[in-house]
Every structure is written in C-alpha cells, then in structure tokens.
C-alpha cells in the first residue's frame, strides 16, 4: 500500500517563505505531484518531480529525495491568494499493476497580513 | 487546448435514490479517466480509473459504478445512496501519451445525500 504524510495546517505572513513537507511509502514510486486547491474548487496542478533535486516555477519550488521518501513544495513571497489546501500525491503501482497516484489529505495554508 | 467538464455541479438527493453524474473530456483522445471522492476535511480517495473504453478498475469496493460508453465519457452511478455518499466529486484525465500522466480535474460535483 501506500502512505503519505504531511502537516494539517500551517500559518504564515505575506510576503515570507513557507515550506510544505510531505513524506511518503510506496510501491513502484514513479513521480511525485503537488495540487493546489482552494476552498469549494478542484485541485489545480502545481509541479511534478520524478527525479531527485529541485524544481523551479516562478515563486513556488518543489524538491525530492527518493531515498528519504520526502519531498517540499516552496512557496515564496507568499500572497493572501495562496491561502489555499496543497495536496502532495504519489504515484505508484496499484493493485492491478497501473501506475496510480494516491493522494495525502492535504495542508491547509493560512497567509495573513 | 483541453477542457473537462462535469454536471452537475451540485446536487441533493434523498437515501435510497439512484445517482448518475457525467464527466466529458474535450480536446484530446484515448485520455486515462478517474474518479474521485472528497469528503469534508478529507483526502482524495480515487473510486475508480480507465484506460480505454469499457475499462474499468475499482480501487475500493462500494455501492457506486462507473461506465465509460465511450472514449471521451465517464460515468459514476449508483441504485441506491447512502449518507455516506455525500461528498464533492472530482473527475480527473491524464495523457498516457505524455511522460508524467498528469491529472487535470474538473470542476466537480457537490453531493448531498439526506
């Protein structure tokens, strides 16, 4: 099976950095996903890692260590938009021998001013 | 550019009544489909994928069944609904053909069993 764990929420001022862990256990890892989603809508796609290392896009970064089982997603000069759930997903093999994510219940980011 | 639709958006319905939500892709062929549940202050729990027409796998036994009819339709129904069938619905499709299988949601359905 697979487990993935990260922190149920987190408070932060705008304009600093917060960073969002996520540790995982999986079988046949095969990437590693993190969605945002605000409150009532879908997740939207943030950034995907496969290989170890970190990825840029704009103000938010993600990192991944395969052997560690972690990985973080970096939100820079925070806005009081990015008030919002960020969901880490892990792909892995499923039971029926797919490659399947499976989501964490995902961290809650409160920016105040 | 590729678009994915759901309808209803919400939708309130009696213990014991069936259930038929749709999800339509636009803009790409052949798509992975999946369907998912999000209960209040819970995770996304995937209910079922497919990989082509007629395909189906369930990740996780329950009242509801899923139908794709054809390649770009995903259907989740159910005879019966419980109260613990209320929760929003997420319909998701990712490209096999590109190298991360991204998953792209739609805007979901918001259901309420009484």
């Known amino acids: 099976g697979q487990n993935i764990d990260q922190p149920t929420e987190m408070t932060a001022t705008e304009g600093a950095i917060v960073q969002i862990n996520c540790t995982y256990q999986?079988?046949?890892?095969?990437?590693l996903f993190w969605y945002q989603q605000h409150a009532g809508e879908a997740p939207t796609f943030l950034s995907y890692?496969?290989?170890?290392g970190l990825e840029e896009k704009g103000r938010f970064s993600s990192f991944l260590s395969r052997s560690k089982g972690y990985s973080y997603l970096l939100l820079k000069e925070l806005q009081m938009k990015d008030s919002a759930s960020y969901l880490c997903?892990?792909?892995?093999?499923?039971?029926?021998?797919?490659?399947?994510?499976?989501f964490g219940r995902g961290t809650s980011l409160i920016v105040h001013p | 550019s590729q678009t994915i639709h759901q309808w209803p958006a919400t939708l309130v319905q009696p213990v014991g009544s069936p259930l038929s939500l749709e999800c339509t892709v636009e803009?790409?062929?052949?798509?992975?489909l999946y369907w998912y549940r999000q209960a209040a202050g819970r995770g996304l729990q995937l209910l079922f994928y497919?990989?082509?027409?007629?395909?189906i796998s369930s990740e996780v036994p329950q009242n509801l069944s899923a139908s794709r009819p054809q390649d770009r339709q995903f259907i989740l129904s159910s005879k019966k609904l419980l109260l613990s069938d209320s929760g929003f619905y997420l319909c998701?499709?990712?490209?096999?053909?590109?190298?991360?299988?991204?998953?792209?949601f739609g805007p979901g359905t918001r259901l309420t069993v009484l």
């Open positions: 998701a499709w990712s490209d096999k053909r590109g190298g991360t299988d991204t998953q792209y």
């Open positions: 803009g790409t062929s052949n798509p992975n």
């Open positions: 999986t079988s046949g890892f095969n990437g």
């Open positions: 497919s990989v082509g027409i007629g395909q």
């Open positions: 890692n496969v290989l170890d």
């Open positions: 997903a892990v792909r892995g093999r499923a039971s029926g021998g797919s490659y399947i994510p499976t």
